[in-house]
């Protein structure tokens, strides 16, 4: 307390009142400002601090010249009213459509709640062309990811991810019948390929490690924080991973017929690759990626039309798997000779 400064008698109520009103007016401040402002110690304003996130709003931290600086996340009252033009309306409505894959979960209901106050808002002229809006993206997902088992645990990682608190995470390992439990700093949403995973730093296991959602099994939230360093970069971690695996890195050499060359040169696989096209009209894709099998599926969904040339343990596995494939096959073919012999 600064001397000459009159003490203020705060019940905790008062206590809420007053926080609430200085983290809504000011950019951010530390736990001993507002410990000064209220005339309490860090542990009592620590206390105060849970109870203003019980009441709905939502704090975040982050650390300003060494400093720990709390903030709500956005302003409670007095929000700019939000106007969309019919081209802001049809990217929304695209945005809408990419994230399909999040049915069954609460992130959708979000969505739709979202879209029910735009259109409640939309001026009249544009009410009209809001079911064309909606129809001007389809998404045609294959093997979409069924999040019903792990759909009421969603909210809790939510509210976790949002005010960072550590979670204690009840989890199906793959292929197993068991439940692991990992003690995890949640810090990153991945979404790859329809599915959505969770990046945190697992505390019993040592490090960073990805969870698919589908999988977990319960979600504690703990009153314990965290902060996320601050070299952390999400996409760091998979700047080497050809999918989500990051293991290590191999340098390898695709080469593709002419036939698909067209769909191959004009995408991006990795960030630092190299594409050449020879005489015969082949492409040779040439980059550094991590995850194998991820590698093997790619290149087997080309079939015929795509060929190893490095690394040779790649080829291998390619080889490997082509031969297991044609023995498949065969084993099939010479069932099915049977069964017509047996029916004749």
């Known amino acids: 307390m600064q001397k000459g400064k009159p003490a203020k008698k705060y019940s905790q109520a008062g206590r809420l009142h007053s926080i609430i009103r200085l983290l809504e007016t000011r950019c951010g401040l530390t736990l001993d400002e507002l410990a000064e402002e209220c005339d309490v110690d860090r542990r009592t304003i620590h206390r105060d601090l849970n109870a203003v996130e019980q009441a709905g709003y939502s704090l975040s931290t982050e650390w300003i010249d060494g400093k720990k600086v709390y903030r709500f996340l956005s302003k409670s009252r007095n929000l700019p009213a939000i106007t969309f033009t019919l081209p802001q309306l049809m990217s929304l409505y695209l945005l809408r459509s990419l994230g399909a894959h999040l049915a069954g979960t609460p992130f959708q209901a979000e969505i739709d709640d979202l879209f029910k106050s735009i259109h409640s808002v939309l001026p009249d002229r544009h009410a009209a062309h809001l079911e064309r809006i909606a129809r001007v993206s389809l998404p045609l997902l294959h093997g979409a990811r069924d999040y019903t088992t792990a759909a009421p645990y969603v909210a809790d990682l939510q509210k976790a991810l949002l005010q960072q608190y550590r979670i204690r995470l009840d989890y199906a390992k793959k292929g197993a019948d ?9 810090y990153t949403l ?6 959505m995973y969770l990046l945190g730093n697992a505390h019993n296991r040592s490090g960073m490690r990805l969870f698919a959602l589908e999988r977990i099994r319960g979600v504690n939230v703990t009153r314990q924080r965290f902060d996320i360093p601050d070299s952390y970069q999400p996409e760091a971690h998979f700047s080497k991973a050809f999918g989500l695996v990051n293991d290590s890195p191999l340098k390898t050499r695709v080469r593709f017929s002419a036939e698909i060359a067209h769909s ?4 991006s696989w990795m960030p630092e690759q190299k594409i050449n096209t020879d005489s015969e009209g082949r492409v040779v894709v040439e980059f550094e990626a991590a995850g194998q099998m991820e590698l093997v599926s790619w290149i087997l969904s080309y079939g015929i039309h795509a060929e190893v040339l490095d690394p040779p343990e790649l080829r291998k596995e390619i080889r490997r798997q082509v031969k297991e494939l044609r023995q498949l096959y065969r084993g099939k073919e010479k069932d099915s000779g049977r069964m017509e012999k047996k029916n004749k």
């Open 178 to 186: 068991r439940i692991d439990v990992y003690d995890v700093d949640p």
């Open 264 to 267: 191959i040169k004009g995408r």
């Open 190 to 195: 991945v979404f790859h390929k329809g599915g």
